[in-house]
């Protein structure tokens, strides 16, 4: 099946900070998106961005479908960003979610 | 984002116990998902329900059965597990082939 790795697995920043979190998949996909897990385990729909770029508030993603990655950019960190970001693909033929390990994001105030 | 529900929200049982796990979307969607969330691992793909139909079963121990009796609510009942079953199971529901799923705050479950 496909493979989804994202990077870094553990990030721990400054309040105000920028940072970019990175989800490589090993195929073709037809579906991308980014979730953020908050600290009590609720899984909230950020991005559905199986190319191109979207952009939401302090939020952004990219997903450069032909190179297999995608980018999820946090910029001014504030301590209610802390939580797990998952990318989760789906591709063609295949109808469904295969999430990676995420990574853990901790502001720190 | 109260559109999926789940209860109980926390749940403790012995090897020997029956249990079930409900969740309820009110966000008129016709597909609904089980997914199992251990600590250090990606979350896994359980069952996939669309119009009420199994459409997914992604090899899961018959300790596990779901039940959908209509596109708005999901069981999952649970009997005879293992301590390595405890767990985060989460719910999700969507259109079918629809880009996007919403999730239930999820029930941590913890088998002694």
């Known amino acids: 099946g496909i493979q989804v790795e994202q990077s870094p697995p553990d990030l721990i920043l400054q309040e105000g900070a920028n940072s970019t979190l990175r989800c490589n998949f090993s195929?073709?996909?037809?579906?991308l998106q980014w979730f953020h897990q908050n600290p009590w385990g609720q899984l909230i729909n950020l991005f559905y961005?199986?190319?191109g770029t979207k952009q939401n508030g302090r939020l952004s993603a990219t997903t450069v479908a032909t190179e297999r990655y995608s980018l999820l950019y946090i910029s001014s960190s504030q301590t209610t960003d802390s939580g797990v970001y998952f990318c989760?693909?789906?591709?063609?033929?295949?109808?469904?979610?295969?999430f990676g390990t995420g990574t853990r994001l901790t502001i720190i105030p | 984002e109260t559109g999926v529900t789940q209860t109980p929200r926390h749940l403790v049982m012995g090897m020997t116990n029956k249990k079930s796990l409900k969740c309820e979307q009110h966000?008129?969607?016709?597909?609904m998902y089980w997914y199992k969330q251990s600590a250090k691992k990606p979350l896994e793909l359980m069952f996939v329900?669309?119009?009420?139909?199994?459409?997914e079963n992604n090899s899961v121990p018959s300790r596990f059965s779901p039940e959908c009796p209509n596109s708005s609510h999901l069981f999952l009942h649970l009997h005879t597990l293992q301590p390595e079953d405890s767990a985060l199971y989460l719910c999700?529901?969507?259109?079918?082939?629809?880009?996007?799923?919403?999730f239930g705050p999820g029930t941590r479950l913890l088998v002694l």
């Open positions: 999700a529901s969507s259109h079918q082939g629809a880009e996007t799923q919403y």
């Open positions: 195929d073709s996909v037809n579906n």
């Open positions: 961005i199986p190319s």
């Open positions: 989760a693909v789906e591709n063609f033929g295949n109808e469904k979610l295969t």
């Open positions: 966000l008129g969607h016709n597909a």
């Open positions: 329900y669309n119009f009420k139909e199994q459409t």
